[in-house]
Structures are given as C-alpha cells and as structure tokens.
C-alpha cells in the first residue's frame, strides 16, 4: 500500500514539474525593437522603441512550443533620430502618445513550424485597436552567459497596416503614392533571460 502510495506522489509530483512555468525576461540592453516604412514610395526610414518590457512563459527550458508572450513598447520613447519628426509620430496624426501611450502585444499561440522557425499569432494593441498578426520567429538558441544566467534568443518579424490602426496621418503625392506608406514592418531581435 506505501509503495502504491509512493508510485502514485511521484507521479503526481512528476506531472506538476512538467507544467511548472518557467520565467523569461527581455534584456532591454540586448533587444532591439525597429520599424521601418517607405517614405515617398522611394526609401525607408528606420525608427526603434528605446524602452520596452518583455515577458515569457514557457513549460521548459529548451522548448519555446506553445510559450505566452507578453510584450509592452513605450510610445514616448520613439526614436528616429530626428526630434521634429519624433514629435510628429507622437502627435494625433500618428500613434498620440499623450492618449495612447502604450504599443501592447500579447501572443495568442506559439508554434514551431520545423526546426528552428516558429509563427506567433498574436493580439497587437495600437491607439486603443487590437488587431491580431501574425509573426515570423527564429529561435536563434540558448546559452548560459558568464554570470550564469540562462539566455535565450529570438527575431520576429512582421507587418501591419498601420491605418488599420486607425492611424489618421495619409497624404499623398499629386502621383497618389502615399508620403509615408500605410504598410511597416517590424523587427524584434529579443534576448531574454531566465528567472
């Protein structure tokens, strides 16, 4: 009866470490958040995020299949290198950061795809509109650093239309193209480390 006992917690207890959640933060100091957008239908003009916080959830360690993913962008922190236009994409014409301060993606499924690829379909929150969207992942591999943390690093990569936003700012050339194209595309290099 004791050994029954026994058989029955251990795999009991077996069977809570497995969906033991394991814990992952962003290293703001080496993830990079990037957008990009033509500009008169000629060139593309680059922008990053300078402050952001990152949150996964996986069930183990080495395996990101089915990880949560939880992820906030500070709008005020918008950087392109020039102030003037800085200003621009805080007003009302673009992402108003005084009423919407916070860019918010927060995944609805992660899987792998075959090896090291992964799609994240996820609920992306822009001036108070949620549409979801779907990212292309690479799993780039995990290494325990020199101080002995756990690092794991990703590139996802995906497209939005920013009027679905409801992004209002659409001029265009006497030609139609638009100055600042609806479609951008984005670029997250994330390394996160484990808790």
Known sequence: MKKAFFSTALLVLAS???????????DPAHTAVIFSVK?????????????????IETTDSTNFQNAKVDFTADVNSIN????????????????NAAQYPEIKVKSVSFKKVAGNKYIMLADVTLRNTTKRVPFDVTYNGVVRDPWGLWRAGFTAKATINRLDFGVKYA???????????????ILVNAEIVKQ
């Open 16 to 26: 809570i470490a497995s969906f033991a959640q394991v814990k992952w933060n962003a």
């Open 39 to 55: 500009h008169l239908g000629i060139n593309y003009v680059q922008g990053h995020f300078a402050k952001f916080s990152g949150a």
């Open 80 to 95: 392109t290198g020039i102030d003037q236009r800085d200003g621009h994409l805080k007003s009302d014409d673009f992402f």
């Open 171 to 185: 001029d265009k050339l006497p030609s139609g193209v638009y100055a600042v194209a609806p479609t951008v595309d």
